[in-house]
C-alpha cells in the first residue's frame, strides 16, 4: 500500500470544497450545464441516460480495505447498492443524485480516494499490472512508477488540455496484464546490459473509431529520464495533435498521420531540451516513493501445506483453486483472483455487501490489500496457501467463487444502452445471456482460455476489437445489430480482430457465438490449442463458412 503524505491529502481535501462550491453554483443556476460540464469532467461525473454517473479512480489498482469499504460505503449511502468496476481501475456509481455528490467524494477524501481526472481531455488515472508487487519473475513493483508518474501528472496545468484524453499504463512483467499496447503509451520495465532499470516506451495505441497497436518508439528509456521522455511526447502531442476534429484528436492518429520514425524524431528533438533538467529523477525522489510502499512481513511457510493437501479432495474447491489461484513470489503464499463475472449477472458489478465482506476477507487473508484488474476482476494478493480452503467457503458464500476466470463466461463488457448515452446498443444483456450459454464449467473448461469482449458502440469501452471473440453493437436502421470479431489480444502479443461477416441482430448474438465455439473445438489441431491460436493459424474463412451457412 502507499502512503499519501500532507500535499497529498491536503490536494484531495481542497478538491472536495472546490467541487462543493461548483455543485451548488450549478444547482442554484449560476452555472449553465454546459459551463458545468468541464468542471464535473474534471472531477470524474458525467452525464448519462438516467442519472449522473460518478467515476472514481483506484490508483495502479491497488486498495486497502478501509477504502474498499468506503466504495462500498458510497455505494450504499449514494447509488442502489453496487458499483462497477471498469477496465481501468476505476469504480463507476451509475445512479448518484448531483446533490449528493460533493458528500460522497468527501467521504472517500477521508480514506484518501478521489476522482480527480477520470474523465475529460487530460491525464487518466495511470494502471498497471494488478499483480504489481507479487507476480513471480517480475522486474520491480511498477507501482512505483506508477505513482511517480501520478504525481507529476494531477493537475499539471500543460497537460489539463490536452487535444484528447490520454492513458498510460505500466507493467513489469513478461505477461502483459495491463494491455499496455493500447494504451496511448504503454511502458513495460526492462533491465539493460548494465542491469539499469529503464522502458520500453510505446506510444500510439488505442481502440474506439479507429483502432491501432502501440509502437516501441524507444527500447530503453532509463528511469531517471522517464518523467522527461513522457513530457517529450506529451509535449508534441500537445503541439501537433489535432483538435478541430475530435475523432482525430487522440495520439494513435498523429502517430500513423506523422508515421512512427518522424513521430519519434520530433519526440526525441524535444527530449534533448528538457532531459537534463529538473525533470531528471534523483534516485533519492524514486527511494522516497518506493519508502511509502509498504509490503506484508511474510511468514516462512510451506509450499504444501497440510489444510491444501486435505482440501484437495473436494472437487468443487479444485475447480475453483485450479482456476482462480495463481503462483505467488514467495513461498507458501498465492494470488487468488476474485471473478466478478457470476452466470447471469451484469460484468464487473460489486455489491456494497460483497465489497464489505472482501474488506474483512482482505483484513483476514491478505493483510488487509485488494487489486483491480483490467479484466473486471477483483484480487487478493498476498493469501497464504492454508487459508486456501477457508477463504473459497467464504466467498463461495458471497457468490464470489465462480471458477471462470480467463473462460468463456469470463466477459468484459460496458455498460452499453442500459446506462451510457454514448451506446447505440445493449452490451450487459449479451454478457447476460452469453453467461447462461456456457454456464456448464466443464464445457467452459473444455473450450479453454477465450476472451469475450462486448462493446454497446464504437468508443470500444469494452474494448471488442482485442477480444479473442469481439461484439459491437451499432444502430442500423432503428435496430441494434451487431459486428462479429475474431482473433483479438490484449496481451503482449496484442493484435486486433478481424471481422467475419455481415452483423446480426440482438437474438442471433448467443447463436453465432455457439457456432464459433463448436468450429473452434472441431478445428484445433489438440486441446492445449487455444481458440485464438487456431484462429491465428486457419484465419477467419473456417469460422465464417460456419457462421453463415445456414444464415
Not at 459491437?472 to 467475419?500: F, H, P, W
Request: hydrophobic share 40%; charged share 25%; proline share 4%.
Amino acid at each position: 500500500m502507499y502512503a499519501y503524505d500532507e500535499i497529498d491529502r491536503t490536494l484531495v481535501n481542497e478538491r472536495v470544497s472546490e467541487f462543493r462550491d461548483q455543485v451548488k453554483r450549478r444547482l442554484s443556476g449560476e452555472l449553465t450545464e454546459d459551463e458545468f460540464k468541464i468542471l464535473r469532467l474534471q472531477n470524474g461525473v458525467y452525464l448519462q441516460l438516467h442519472a449522473y454517473m460518478f467515476r472514481v479512480a483506484i490508483p495502479y489498482g491497488t486498495l486497502a480495505s478501509n477504502q474498499l469499504r468506503a466504495l462500498a460505503h458510497v455505494a450504499r449511502k449514494y447509488d442502489r447498492g453496487y458499483g462497477h468496476f471498469t477496465t481501468r481501475q476505476n469504480i463507476q456509481f451509475n445512479w448518484i443524485k448531483l446533490a449528493e455528490l460533493p458528500d460522497a467524494l468527501a467521504d472517500l477524501a477521508e480514506v484518501g480516494i478521489h476522482a480527480m481526472q477520470t474523465s475529460g481531455n487530460n491525464m487518466r488515472n495511470v494502471t498497471s499490472d494488478q499483480w504489481a508487487g507479487v507476480a513471480p519473475g517480475e522486474i520491480e513493483d511498477p507501482r512505483i512508477w506508477s505513482e511517480l508518474i501520478r504525481q507529476h501528472t494531477t493537475l499539471h496545468p500543460e497537460f489539463s488540455f490536452l487535444p484528447r484524453k490520454f492513458k498510460i499504463a505500466i507493467t513489469a512483467s513478461d505477461h502483459d496484464r495491463a494491455a499496455i499496447k493500447i494504451h496511448d503509451i504503454g511502458l513495460k520495465l526492462v533491465k539493460n546490459e548494465k542491469g539499469e532499470t529503464g522502458f520500453e516506451v510505446l506510444v500510439g495505441g488505442g481502440l474506439g473509431r479507429t483502432p491501432f497497436i502501440g509502437k516501441t518508439i524507444k527500447h530503453f528509456v532509463h528511469g531517471r529520464d522517464i518523467l522527461s521522455y513522457i513530457e517529450a511526447i506529451l509535449r508534441v502531442y500537445n503541439q501537433y495533435g489535432r483538435r478541430d476534429n475530435i475523432y482525430k484528436a487522440r495520439i494513435k492518429i498523429l502517430v500513423h498521420e506523422l508515421g512512427i520514425e518522424k513521430f519519434s524524431r520530433e519526440v526525441e528533438e524535444e527530449w534533448q531540451h528538457i532531459r537534463n533538467s529538473s525533470l531528471q529523477i534523483d534516485d533519492e525522489v524514486i527511494e522516497d516513493i518506493r519508502s511509502r510502499f509498504s509490503y506484508p512481513n511474510y511468514e516462512k511457510l510451506p509450499h504444501m501445506p497440510d489444510e491444501l493437501r486435505q482440501a484437495a479432495a473436494d472437487p468443487d474447491f479444485e475447480a475453483w483453486r485450479k482456476n482462480s489461484v495463481s503462483p505467488h513470489k514467495v513461498q507458501g503464499y498465492s494470488i487468488v483472483t476474485i471473478s466478478l463475472k457470476p452466470i447471469g449477472a451484469p460484468p464487473g458489478d460489486a455489491t456494497a455487501e460483497q465489497m464489505d465482506a472482501l474488506a474483512d476477507l482482505a483484513d483476514k487473508y491478505s493483510f488487509g490489500e485488494i487489486r483491480v484488474g483490467h479484466e473486471q476482476n477483483l484480487a487478493l494478493p498476498h493469501v497464504a496457501k492454508r487459508d486456501l480452503p477457508a477463504l473459497w467457503k467464504a466467498l463461495d458464500k458471497l457468490g464470489l467463487a465462480t471458477p471462470n476466470v480467463n473462460l468463456i463466461t469470463d466477459i468484459i463488457a460496458c455498460p452499453g444502452l442500459d446506462y451510457c448515452s454514448l451506446a447505440n446498443a445493449r452490451s450487459i444483456p449479451i454478457a447476460q445471456e452469453l453467461t447462461r450459454r456456457f454456464a456448464n464449467h466443464e464445457l467452459a473448461n473444455l473450450i479453454g482460455r477465450l476472451h469475450i469482449n462486448i462493446s454497446g458502440c464504437i468508443n470500444a469501452c469494452g474494448h471488442h476489437h482485442v477480444g479473442h471473440i469481439g461484439i459491437l453493437g451499432v444502430e442500423k436502421n432503428g435496430e441494434e445489430v451487431y459486428q462479429i470479431t475474431i482473433g483479438g489480444r490484449a496481451d503482449e502479443s496484442a493484435a486486433l480482430g478481424n471481422l467475419i461477416g455481415p452483423g446480426v441482430k440482438f437474438d442471433e448474438v448467443a447463436d453465432v457465438v455457439e457456432d464459433i465455439v463448436e468450429a473452434y473445438l472441431a478445428l484445433r489441431e489438440r486441446p492445449e490449442e487455444l481458440f485464438v491460436d487456431t484462429v491465428k493459424r486457419l484465419g477467419v474463412e473456417p469460422f465464417k463458412e460456419r457462421v453463415y451457412a445456414t444464415r
